[in-house]
């Protein structure tokens, strides 16, 4: 019997365990599961948590529960990947033995690297929004929030999701002018890059967004740590940014597991071909999602579109054969822009976002870079469709490969 | 694309100054780039410029705190080094593409 073994069950380790469910012969492959917990959060929903649109119910279900039934899922801390002797290390030191291992581990959020983010103030003043728990300890804040100055900070690059941020400013301003207190509130949003987004085309429509909601943008503002005495955030630059709650999208690291197996980078993320997601130190070990060092966004669209292109790859190389599929980086965001409205980006390694139609040319229904309901709809159908479709790998209308045909360059 | 003239090699540079071609970068070049930012350089900004050109070559992400742990300068030195935006600053010295660190 041979051994497939993936590490992790979040939204890449359970596409890729269905897909290779519906392809691997049972009575040659076991296919082995591994994560810490058995509790899957629907991260994209952490979002609108803080503004009372979505409640933990709405995010969280089983892992168990969006597995096929032959894998033999194991909930235990993996310590350590051995790959010269293909050896998962996990739990007290117990062992088991792969042929092909999938790193899916993702990427997490890592407040203690920041001085001052995790002192007394946590979850007083200071929060998160990538964690179930900091999203909901900010829901709490802003029942009886009454205004003041309120911070979002972007600490290191890079981060899952980046456009998360922005939507979190975006819809606190709808969320502040609702309650009839915005002109209380001041909002700042600060960023070590030089605008909003990385690619110019988006960064000077998302910078005319965050002008028109009067939201103060501080760029280049790369953050030492936070004077808690003062409540000011400082850069490395000696520049200071006032606060009265700030929340911080904090430094994103890969799992340590990653770093003692020596198949990583220096931030803990999977060292792989960006085409083929195969590891570029052992051929028997593939990558996706947020634990691999590929330069896209960190985001559930890219694994997904990038866990066709992987399939494809694995079925070669258990065939023996080239691995002929190559990943183009394809990311698709939806990014909320308040008062029931959305935008949309698509992407890749060489094309950055343009305006147009999405899924189809001329017809959409969705406007990449307009400002839409309809948009907004397409990210709040996004929570079925992840939960029905996208994690147990049923069939869905859109392609994995950027296209440009729709878009207006 | 613009053309600019360095050390007395033509270089191919994109409107905010980067590098097109990082062949066409030597150390000469580096420090006329440097004169223009009003920059003298130190062996230590040639090897945080060594650090980021070997690591884009790999095809890897650059960030600020990959140059902290590099072992040459910590973060606070890299902000003397390259003063204001040091990433940018020391990529453009390093005859490199402004860096897309996160996409
Ligand atoms: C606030 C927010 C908003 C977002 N919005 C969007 C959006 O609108 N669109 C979008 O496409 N994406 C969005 N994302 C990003 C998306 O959620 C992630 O990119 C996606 O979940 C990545 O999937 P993954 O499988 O790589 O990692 P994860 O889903 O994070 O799974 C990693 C798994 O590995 C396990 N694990 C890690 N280390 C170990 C270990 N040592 N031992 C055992 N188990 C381990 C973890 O428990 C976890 O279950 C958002 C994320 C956040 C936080």
Redesign the pocket.
Known sequence: MKRFVI???????TMMANKMDKYLDKSEWEIVV????NTHYY??G??FIPFGMYKAKDVVKKKSAYLPKRVNFIVA??GKIDADRNTIIYGDGKELVYDILIV???TVPSPSETPGYLGDRWYKNIFD??TFEGAVALSEHFESFKGGKLVVTITELPY??PI?PLEFVFLADAFFTKKGIRDKVELFFTTPMSGAFTKPIATKMLGALLEEKRINVVTDFYVEGVDEAKNVIRSYDGREVEFDTLVVVPVNLG?E?IASSGLGDDMNYVVVDKETLQSTIKPNVFAI???ANLPTS????V?HFASEVLFENLKAYIAGQPLAHKFDGHAN??IETGFGKATLIDFDYTHEPYPGEYPVAGIGPMTLLGVTRINHWGKLAFKPIYWEFLLKDRKMPVSNRFSMTGKRV | MAQKEYAGVMVEVNNEGYFENSNQWNKEVAAAIAKENNLELTDKHYQVMDFLRERVAKGEALTIRSIGKSGIVDIKGFYELFPGAPLKLATKLAGLKKPLSCV
């Open positions: 590490l992790g069950a979040g939204t890449a380790g591994l994560d810490r917990n991260q994209p952490f979002l801390d993996i899916a581990t993702g929004f990538y899952k999701c998360a799992d597991l999602g947020d634990a960190k985001a559930g669209s694994a965001c939806f």
